[in-house]
C-alpha cells in the first residue's frame, strides 16, 4: 500500500553514510520468488501494512502468499537473505480503539515475521509495529534500530 511504500522510502532516506551496502526500493507484489535467488549477503527490509480484516494490501498480499505456501520446505531460508520486517496499520479500523495498541492493527507483519522464522530465516532486527492512529510514532525509533543493526554488521 501507499503507506509502506512511504515508510520504505523513509527507511531508504535514512540510510547512514558509513553504511556501505546497496539500498534498492522494490514494491512486494514485484516477483516474490525472486527473493529466493538472494544469498547471505543481503538484507531485506520488508514493511508491510495491515488493511481491514487483518489482510494485507493488494500489493503486500502477492509476498506474503508467496511465503505462506505450505509446499516450502522447513529450511527454505536458511542459506538465504537475511530480513527485517516493519509494520503499519491503522487501529481506528479496529471495533476496541480505546484499548487497541500497534501490536492489535499489524496482524500481517507478525505472521509474516513469524513465517519466516518458521522457514529458517535470519532476522536482522526486531520486528517493528507502527499504528497510524498515533502518527506512526514508533516508525522512526525502528528505522534507527534497524540501520544500527546493519551498521553493527
Not at 97 to 111: E, I, L, S
Request: glycine letters at 8%.
Amino acid at each position: 500500500g501507499e503507506l509502506a511504500r512511504d515508510v520504505a522510502e523513509q527507511v531508504m532516506a535514512q540510510k547512514p553514510n558509513d553504511c556501505s551496502c546497496n539500498v534498492s526500493l522494490r514494491a512486494a507484489d514485484d516477483r516474490p520468488k525472486a527473493l529466493l535467488d538472494y544469498g547471505k549477503d543481503t538484507l531485506i527490509c520488508f514493511v508491510l501494512q495491515t488493511i481491514e480484516n487483518g489482510s494485507p494490501t493488494e500489493e503486500g498480499g502477492a509476498c506474503v502468499r508467496f511465503f505462506k505456501r505450505k509446499t516450502h520446505a522447513a529450511d527454505l531460508l536458511a542459506e538465504r537473505f537475511a530480513y527485517s520486517v516493519m509494520g503499519v496499520g491503522d487501529s481506528n479500523l479496529l471495533l476496541d480503539r480505546q484499548t487497541t495498541t500497534a501490536k492489535d492493527c499489524n496482524q500481517v507483519a507478525q505472521a509474516f515475521d513469524a513465517r519466516l522464522v518458521a522457514l529458517g530465516g535470519k532476522r536482522q532486527c526486531e520486528t517493528g509495529l507502527a499504528d497510524e492512529r498515533t502518527g506512526l510514532t514508533e516508525v522512526e525509533p525502528w528505522i534507527q534500530s534497524f540501520w544500527k543493526s546493519v551498521v553493527a554488521v
